[in-house]
């Protein structure tokens, strides 16, 4: 994902996840993240994202098939942890009887 519409204020952008240097919007929300990552080129190609951000501009709300924000949904926890705004994983805690320290 290289090309992106911000959320926020419909310019166009590098990265679904970066802070739009328009409006310096950064998503935070559930919501506002699955939109990043669908308002980008790995979704809809050069025209379709040049009007999707002209929709944002305008103020129209953007709606999306229910499967596809679904299975982004589920990426998000990984995602959340990539970004460090998610919980890591617990320390493995050794059981083994050969490290008596």
């Given at each position: ?7 926020r ?64 949904a589920?990426?998000?926890p990984?995602?959340?942890?990539m ?19």
């Amino acid at each position: 994902m290289t090309k992106a519409v911000c959320y926020r204020c419909g310019e166009l952008k590098f990265g679904a996840l970066c802070r739009c240097p328009e409006c310096e919007a950064t998503p935070s929300s559930d919501d506002d993240l699955i939109t990043s990552l669908i308002i980008t080129d790995s979704h809809f190609d050069q025209e379709r994202l040049n009007m999707l951000a002209t929709l944002i501009k305008e103020g129209t709300p953007l709606q999306f098939p229910d499967e596809l924000r679904a299975r982004l949904a589920a990426t998000l926890p990984d995602l959340k942890r990539m970004l460090g705004r998610g919980p890591l994983s617990a320390p493995r805690k050794n059981k083994s009887r050969w490290w008596p320290f």
